[in-house]
């Protein structure tokens, strides 16, 4: 009795939209009033509010709102017309949120994170605000939808209906549009970014590209792997004495934000009292873990690179394996991102292996039991990747124990905006000091084999991240607008005493432009192996020896005249 009440109050005070078409056009509305804030942000950016360019900005949102009723209304169609109206005011709300929040964008790589995203991270994202959007201007406005959307009209009045309307929107949006079209040319030839933030139309292109990618995904998965690096051989010129190497992928840090690279914090206390070099210009090859990750253990590189091509091929850590080198993938991380699917792989996310959870599982618990894994292989060569917790956010507050909190007051909280700026430096500092203890606990651990192995440790972080420099937050920017906080990145490396890559000659090219596309001929090359596909690495290398052979002849030399 209440609902039909409630339900005859509500059709008499909204008595207009007795049709789908007049429903779905005023839910466009609404879904543009509340949910494309950002939007409207990133243009008065482009366009600072002013009396020459208020028409044009009016202009602009007209077109973005015609856009999206277009959209809309060729998507709500049929049976399920209130159920697809209904989900993209929920989606629209959850992508309002993250935007307005966060400062990201929802493109196809974004949602590849989101299906990527284990429990853990989804906790942390959960917030009273998100809630709170999602049920005024998602759940509800979706119940209104369901309850009482019009039943559709007979087809042929349907159809004219719907055609009526599209015409008209589409009229509107060519009278916008003819006035300006000199600033529509700038616009979208110079500022067409900005239309990422157009929600949910934006969101849609994008869900319809990451659906076409998953589905050439799961194609590749049945294809046969590829072989690379088919040729690869151990050099006769090699050091025989064996291997041992930990690479540990770093998660979310920043380059600026260690004191080995002129930070003006002491970020790196323990690295710094250590024979470490620190290169100066690394960039990323993506945004996110999702693509950084797989992308820097392929042969693909930055251009060549596609989820679909890495998964048809070896990486590197698979040429290694299928060479002789024992390779270990532990995790601290969501997983290995594919990379490593025919490797020895374990998770340290859970008390099951790691014996540091304060409940959060730390990355040092990774070197537990390594010493039992290197003694039981003998006389192979060994390659260990740490992946870590790192430093993701956005509560960089639980990735460090309570010991390592050296700057304060840090933001404890998800919602970074109710943060200042000093309370997330703070916390994420803390997090980087985390990761120096960390590193440095990897040195400790290599040091006693280097009587038996060539040793060494190489890091380097996934991504960088946005600490709301510009408005943003967090990582997963589209690459062509991802500032540099997101993609310069920290790359560390230690060698032993009698390693062919001494730390004297390392630093000498600190300052070499690097990126991931280097990681896969590097590694080839640590290990002696010789590839056509990395001959400059090779020649490099070789070049390197013979520096060393001379220096070391001079020094006998020098040794004999002096006695």
């Known amino acids: 009795m209440f609902l039909d009440n409630l339900k005859s109050n509500i059709t008499k005070y909204l008595s207009f939209p007795r049709t789908q078409t007049a429903w779905i056009t005023l839910a466009s509305l609404f879904i ?47 049976k399920s017309a209130k159920w697809v109206l209904a989900i993209l005011l929920i989606v629209s709300s959850l992508n309002a949120y ?58 042929s009045q349907e159809l004219k ?3 009526k309307t599209i015409s008209t929107l589409s009229l509107t949006a060519v009278l916008v549009v003819i006035p300006f079209t000199a600033g529509y040319a700038s616009f979208i030839r110079e500022h067409k970014i900005v239309r990422f933030y ?50 540990v992928v770093g998660e979310t840090a920043r380059y600026d934000r260690f004191s080995l690279n002129g930070y003006q914090r002491l970020t790196n206390p323990n690295l710094q009292a250590t024979n470490v070099v620190s290169f100066s210009n690394v960039s990323s090859c993506g945004t996110s873990t999702s693509v950084s990750v797989p992308c820097m253990f392929s042969s693909l590189g930055q251009r060549g690179y596609d989820k679909e091509s890495a998964l048809q091929q070896e990486n590197v850590i698979d ?13 601290n991380n969501s997983d290995s991102k594919g990379v490593a699917l025919r490797v020895e792989y374990q998770n340290f996310q859970s008390t099951n292996l790691n014996p540091i959870c304060d409940p959060e599982c730390r990355d040092v618990g990774m070197l537990e039991g390594l ?45 970074l905006k109710d943060c200042t700026k000093q309370q997330i430096d703070n916390a994420y500092d803390n997090a980087i000091l985390y990761t120096d203890y960390f590193l440095s606990k990897v ?83 640590v290990y002696d192996f010789n590839s056509k596909m990395c001959k400059p690495y090779i020649e490099a290398a070789r070049h390197l020896q013979n520096s060393l052979d001379h220096d070391a002849v001079t020094a006998v030399e020098d040794k004999d005249l002096s006695s």
């Open 371 to 415: 010493d039992k894994h290197i003694q039981s292989k003998g006389e192979k060569d060994i390659l260990i990747v740490l992946h870590q917790m790192g430093n993701h956010g956005p509560e960089y507050f639980r990735r460090y124990p309570a010991a390592f909190e050296k700057f304060s007051p840090v933001c404890k909280s998800n919602e």
């Open 443 to 525: 040195i400790k651990f290599l040091k006693p084999y280097e009587e038996n192995y060539d040793v060494g440790m190489i890091y380097i972080a996934d991504h960088g991240e946005s600490l709301g420099e510009y408005g943003m937050y967090l990582h997963a920017a589209p690459v062509v607008i991802a500032p540099k906080e997101q993609t310069k990145i920290p790359l560390i490396v230690w060698t032993g005493n009698s390693s062919a890559f001494p730390e004297s000659h390392l630093r000498q090219h600190k300052n070499l432009a690097l990126s991931h596309d280097d990681v896969f001929c590097s590694l080839l090359v």
């Open 32 to 78: 543009m009033g509340t949910g494309n804030i950002s939007l409207c942000q990133n243009l008065l950016r482009t366009y600072p509010l002013s009396f020459n360019n208020l028409p044009f900005l009016v202009s602009l949102f007209i077109f973005f709102f015609v856009t999206l009723a277009i959209v809309t209304q060729i998507l709500c169609v049929g």
């Open 98 to 155: 993250f935007m307005d929040s966060f400062g990201v964008v929802i493109d196809h790589t974004m949602m590849d994170n989101v299906a990527q995203t284990d429990g853990r991270e989804l906790q942390g994202l959960i917030s009273f605000e998100l809630i709170a959007r999602l049920i005024i201007l998602g759940l509800i406005p979706a119940f209104f939808v369901i309850r009482y959307f019009p039943e559709k009209l007979n087809l």
């Open 161 to 163: 209906s719907r055609f």
């Open 319 to 331: 040429v290694l394996a299928r060479n002789g080198v024992d390779v270990l993938w532990r995790d």
């Open 198 to 247: 157009a929600n949910p139309t934006f969101s849609i292109y994008s869900a319809y590209k990451y659906i076409n990618q998953e589905a050439k995904v799961f194609e590749a998965r049945n294809v046969p792997l590829k072989s690379i690096a088919a040729d690869a051989f151990r050099s006769s010129e090699s050091n025989h004495k064996r291997k041992l190497m930990i690479v």
